[in-house]
Every structure is written in C-alpha cells, then in structure tokens.
C-alpha cells in the first residue's frame, strides 16, 4: 500500500534500512530523544527561505476506540504505527530534512466505506481533533488537512467548514474516487463548492489506482482510453518487463515501446526509488530500472512538445529514441520537432530521425 510506504521511506531515513516496528519506535525514541537533532536551515544563496512540506501523512490511534466492534477495526489494526503516529521523531526528523513547516494529512481513505452516517461522522472527528490538537500544540511546525467523508458529500461539506473555521486546518485531504465513483460525479458538488468558498487547498492522494484498474474507468470525456490509456498500458507492460525480471532473463531483447514509452520514461526516479528503499518491492530486475532504457528498451519520439523531447533525451538518450508518426492518426508529428530541437546535435537529430533504425532493422 502506498500509505505505508510512504511511511517506511520516513523510517528508513532514520533506520539506514533496518526494519521498523513499533517496539522499534519505542526502544529507541528515548535514546533519540537525549540528542536533539539540529534543525537544518535551508538557504538559497544567502537568503535563508523556509522550507513547507505539502505531503506528509499520520495516523490517529484513538480512532481505534471508534471502530471497535465494526468492520473497520480489522483494517485500523494493519495501518501502519511507529512513526506514523506524530510524536518526537517525527519532529526530529523535519529538523533533520530543513523542513520548517509540515502539512499533515491522513490517507488510505479506509473511512469512505462506512454506510453507517454516524460512525462515518465519528471517525472523521475524532481524525479531525486528534490532529488539529497536535497542530495547535506544535503551530510553529505543522498545519492540517481535515479528514472528511466524502461518501455523504453534504456531511463533508460541513466537516470542511468546522475544521477550517474552527479547529485551524487548512483544507482537506481526499481519495481520488470514493469506492470507485468519480468525483466529477454532480452529487460531490456540495463538497467542491464548499472548497471553493472557503478558498482552502484540497490535496488529493492516490490509492494503487484502485478506480482505475475497472472496466469503464476511462470512459467519459477526453477520450481517457487513448490519451491516457495507452500510455498507461506501455507503462505498466514496461514496469513488468523490468520488475519481474523478463528483460534480466532475456538480455539480448530489443523491445521499442510507442508513445515515448508511455508515462515511464517521464517519471523514472520513482520506478529506481523503489528498488533503492523498498524491500516490500521485490524488485527482481538486476540494474535500475533507468538502465533498461539504455539499452534492452527504445522508445519513439511521438512527445509532441521540445520540452517532452528534450526530457526523454535527457533520461534515455539520443540512441534510444526512433522517429514515430502514428499515421494516419490525426496527431500533430513532423519531423520538425527534431530538426528545430536546439538542445540535439546533428549526429543526434540523425540518430533520432533515422540512424538509430538503420541499425536496429539492419536497413
Ligand atoms: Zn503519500
């Protein structure tokens, strides 16, 4: 689950990589807290700027009280504790990253399942008090986004509304769909115009696309199954190919993936970061998942703006991109993209607009 990796990424700055549990948590926080850490001062020449974190998450372990005896103590027992409960490690750590203020929100959503009004009303509230508690004893270092049900959109209207007026947070934090329904959906109106009124940030986090893997998920409009889709199936065969292994066991392999291989190549950072730090990954790929870019996988050129193709070539490389057009697709490709890139040299812009598949077709 991505909630917990997010918290494991936080214990593993503390941990150098060792497994965190709570007793972890426990037997250590006292040591930790004999040395305080020195808050880093972050400066961008010589002006020291402070430094806000938009993405941080928390649990509220009083909820537990809420739910018991529901459906919902089983998956409140797997949340992730440690320190994904706000306490003096936590404090050292943003002293540690030079973060001066933290926005705290609470994911997984887990609460946009209770049919049960008002136990719904009770879980978010106790979510709700619980951090805005932690805040206003901390203000100097966090601020809040309210939890708020958004499966009754009215009710999380109101719930927007107190948090902010009254308990000092900041906006709301919220899934990308609840149970599947899109947002977009006219009945979460009451919701969206509260937001607006109130002026508030709404973060949004996502939850292993959970509404995403569904039939019809992208229907609707903007041609979603095209624009978005196809990417998105490039993307996730890349990411197989890579994880499990496939292109370790087959070296030899010439795979060229349309689309300027899909979201991928546009975001690799987070495809090695995940072999890097978390174990729960299972990477069986043997290099970096940036290396199969380098040279098992050749993407086309079809990014449609300089700024897209100078990004592919920055991550993959000249001799990884061939030409494309998706003929007679009504697309906007030309080989002008290429000629006018200033950033390419003209063996380059060779390469791409033909030398690399001279090669790779023996032509
Ligand atoms: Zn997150």
Redesign the pocket.
């Known amino acids: 689950m ?2 917990r990796r ?1 918290f494991l990424r936080t214990a593993a700055r503390a941990t150098a990589g060792v497994a965190v549990s709570d007793s972890w948590f426990a037997n250590n926080l006292q040591a930790r807290q004999a040395i305080p850490a020195k808050h880093r001062e972050v400066f961008v020449g010589d002006k020291r700027v402070r430094v806000v974190d938009v ?3 928390c649990i509220v372990p009083e909820v537990s009280s809420v739910v018991e005896g529901t459906t919902f103590a089983s998956i409140v027992g797997t949340l992730p504790r440690g320190p994904n409960i706000m306490g003096p490690d936590r404090l050292r750590s943003l002293d540690e990253q030079g973060i001066d203020v933290q926005v705290l ?1 609470i ?1 997984v959503f887990w609460w946009y399942a209770a049919e049960d009004r008002e136990l719904a009303r009770q879980i978010v509230k106790v979510q709700n008090e619980k951090l805005a508690e932690w805040c206003a004893a901390h203000s100097d270092r966090y601020v809040a986004l309210a939890s708020v049900t958004l499966q009754y959109p009215e009710l999380a209207a109101e719930q927007l509304e107190q948090a902010v007026k009254q308990l000092n947070m900041r906006g709301a934090a919220i899934g990308g769909h609840v149970r599947g329904e899109e947002l977009t959906s006219r009945r979460f109106d009451p919701f969206w115009a509260k937001a607006e009124q109130l002026g508030v940030l709404i973060f949004m ?1 996502p939850q292993s696309a959970e509404n995403v893997i569904r039939t019809d998920s992208l229907k609707g409009k903007g041609d979603l199954g095209n624009v978005i889709g196809n990417p998105l199936e490039t993307t996730v065969f890349l990411s197989h190919m890579i994880f499990e292994g496939t292109l370790d066991r087959f070296p030899g392999l010439k795979i060229c993936a349309p689309h300027a291989g899909g979201y991928l190549a546009s975001y690799l950072g987070r495809s090695d970061a995940t072999c890097q730090r978390r174990t729960s990954a299972g990477c069986a790929n043997k290099k970096p998942p940036s290396e199969y870019f380098k040279k098992e996988i050749i993407v086309d050129s079809i990014v449609f703006s300089e700024e897209g193709l100078r990004h592919l070539v920055a991550e993959v490389g000249a001799n990884q991109i061939v030409f494309g057009t998706d003929e007679p697709f009504n697309w906007p490709t030309n080989v002008d993209l290429i000629l006018s890139a200033s950033f390419l040299s003209n063996a380059e812009k060779e390469a791409i607009l033909g030398g690399n598949l001279v090669q790779l077709l023996r032509l």
């Open positions: 991505l909630h997010d993405h941080a998450h929100s994911n986090h």
